[in-house]
């Protein structure tokens, strides 16, 4: 059986991929495992309801700046025509 690749588009992140694997010398896929699952533990999901509560609370004295942003967004918005076949 082959080994698995890691396909990425970002040659950044593969070239790092294989840098950190090459000096712990461990697998890359276990380099991937352990870097996403530090991101779920420093990122918890958070509910829609709880995302919701919080950019309220963030934005709570600027209403009007919502409005005029959703005003000038709303005075240069057009319809898309399609495409042409």
Known sequence: MTAPQLSVRSAKAR?????LSRRER?????????????????????SAASFLRRSRAL????????????AAIEEHRRPHKGIVL
């Open 15 to 19: 070239d790092l991929a294989h840098e």
């Open 26 to 46: 461990r697998p890359i896929h276990a380099i991937v495992e352990d870097a996403l699952t530090d991101y779920a533990r420093r990122h918890p999901k958070e």
């Open 59 to 70: 934005s709570a004295g600027d209403d009007d700046g919502v409005r005029e942003v959703e």
